[in-house]
RNA sequence: GGAGAGGUGGCUGAGUGGUCGAAAGUAGCGGUUUGCUAAACCGUCGUAGGUUUAAAAGCCUACCGGGGGUUCGAAUCCCCCCCUCUCCGCCA
């Protein structure tokens, strides 16, 4: 949500990037429900004013009564015109994207991300590089025909060591993360809709959710649904800012309109799972924090051993609620492409905005907070880990950092 | 699932249908006193929107879990909903 006030100080400026970001809300037409609305708030408000002078006079003039009486079917019936007016602006205003990062480059797909840097050596193997799908086959670690069985196409099962691996790997990633000032935690997994609208999932990726049946509930996207909603309506210390949370969680979408995009293996899936980077700070702090999730995301991608190149993300290929993205994609040897497999976005107010989350200093400065979302680590690193560590037979060597906790060094088909 | 209790400002906690945006305490902020700390004393201290202004003050409106109703007037009366807590049952 962006502040109506500039809208009404500045529609030229809420005009442009709407064009530049293709939302079709009518700015001019919301400009205009905005001023009516208003006015009519400046006739209720007298009206009220009157209404509460005369009724402090019924004591000693009962007289006055009938007045009032009187003046309340107006009032009425204007407060009624006023609660559709704000309906009106609210779903208007819940619709328009958030402003734009100057270094933002233009484009319309992710082919336009403008590559900031490329890092870590391809490996080069002396056999024909097999993608994750054929290892996860071949070595009997993911099951995407049995999930298909027991749940539906796109749900799967990581089996045994992929399994071992899997977990070691998520469970190193929360503790490299805590080590870096993160505070963990266990999410809930399920949403109401208020938080989802506060995080800006809805009204934009309404279709991506799962709904629970006569629940006011939805499956989470992601843990920055209940990690950011986590402070709703809630003024934070200045002081304690800025907030770094993470948290390892399931990931549900329904991904409608998706099918056949990137469908090899489990790169597409209704359910993955991820550890998160969320941070709340103060505005002036956004740009730094931005960079210190992206700086965790290399750190465990290099750790790894996995090479990767960061993108700054394009206007076409970035969610209405960010303000400037980054996209690091992994290399994977057996698809011969970088593909993302961690985004990192700096939402700026958007989400604070409509989830009323403010901070306060002790010398009474106050505002919205900021707040970053930013993936630690997904399903797709293990499948980057498989391409990149496998060797002629199949086999795949397990990331050094991790060996302590998989218990072993190499699975093997 | 059954029974009961309760939701008021950062927290604790008063509140008769009208002068209550709300007592008091505590925390916070500013100051005085003190050799330091502590204590004491004085002052200040809700949020949001609108309006005015160079800025502020000021003024107006709304808010005492949420929504609706009664009334000239509701924190206070009535109805519905939500949430929290306690006890019982069931249970990972």
Redesign the pocket.
């Known amino acids: 949500m962006i502040?109506?006030?500039i809208l009404?100080e500045n529609p030229e400026l809420v005009k442009e990037n709407a064009a530049r970001r293709g939302c079709d809300v009518n700015i001019d037409e919301l400009r205009a429900l905005d001023q009516q609305y208003?006015a009519t708030?400046?006739e209720?408000?007298?009206l009220?004013?009157?209404?509460?002078?005369?009724?402090?006079?019924?004591?000693t003039n009962?007289a006055?009564?009938?007045?009032?009486?009187e003046?309340?079917v107006t009032l009425?019936e204007l407060e009624k015109q006023l609660?559709e007016q704000k309906k009106q602006v609210d779903e208007k205003l819940a619709w328009l994207p958030n402003f734009l990062s100057e270094d933002v480059p233009d484009g319309k797909d992710d082919a336009d991300n403008l590559e900031i840097k490329q890092v870590g050596g391809k490996p080069s193997f002396d056999f024909a590089a097999r993608d994750h799908q054929a290892l996860g086959d071949l070595l009997g670690i993911i099951d995407t025909a049995r999930g298909a069985k027991v749940a539906q196409s796109g749900f799967y099962y990581w089996v045994g060591k992929g399994a071992q691996l899997a977990q070691a790997m998520f469970f190193w990633a929360q503790q490299e993360l805590v080590k870096r000032g993160f505070t963990l935690f266990m999410s809930p997994c399920a949403a109401k809709s208020e938080t989802l609208f506060g995080t800006g999932y809805l009204p934009f990726f309404e279709d991506q959710s799962y709904n629970l049946t006569g629940e006011d509930l939805a499956l989470i996207g992601t843990s920055e649904q209940t990690l950011v909603g986590y402070h709703a309506e809630e003024?934070l210390e200045g002081a304690s800012l800025p907030l770094c949370y993470t948290a390892y969680t399931p990931c549900f979408r329904t991904e409608a309109g998706s099918y056949g995009k990137e469908s090899r293996g489990i790169f597409r899936v209704h359910q993955f799972h991820k550890v998160e980077q969320i941070i709340f700070c103060k505005p002036e702090d956004s740009p730094r924090c931005h960079e210190i999730c992206l700086d965790n995301e290399e750190y465990l991608l290099q750790q790894l051993g996995i090479p990767y190149r960061v993108v700054n993300v394009c206007v076409g290929d970035m969610g209405a609620p960010g303000y400037k993205k980054y996209d690091i994609e992994a290399w994977y040897p057996g698809f011969g492409a970088y593909r993302e497999v961690t985004s990192n976005t700096n939402l700026t107010d958007f989400q604070s905005r409509r989830l009323n989350i403010?901070f306060?200093d002790?010398?009474?400065n106050?505002g919205f907070v900021h707040t970053i979302s930013a993936t630690g680590v997904t399903d797709r690193v293990v499948c980057a880990i498989m391409e990149n560590f496998q060797q002629a037979d199949g086999s795949v060597v397990v990331p050094e950092v991790l060996r302590p906790l998989t218990g072993f060094d190499v699975i093997t088909p």
Not at 64 to 69: G, M
């Open positions: 502040d109506i006030r009404r208003l708030m400046k209720v408000e007298n009220r004013a009157e209404r509460n002078r005369l009724s402090k006079e019924c004591k009962p006055a009564r009938e007045t009032v009486r003046l309340k009425t609660d003024i403010r306060k002790t010398d009474g106050r």
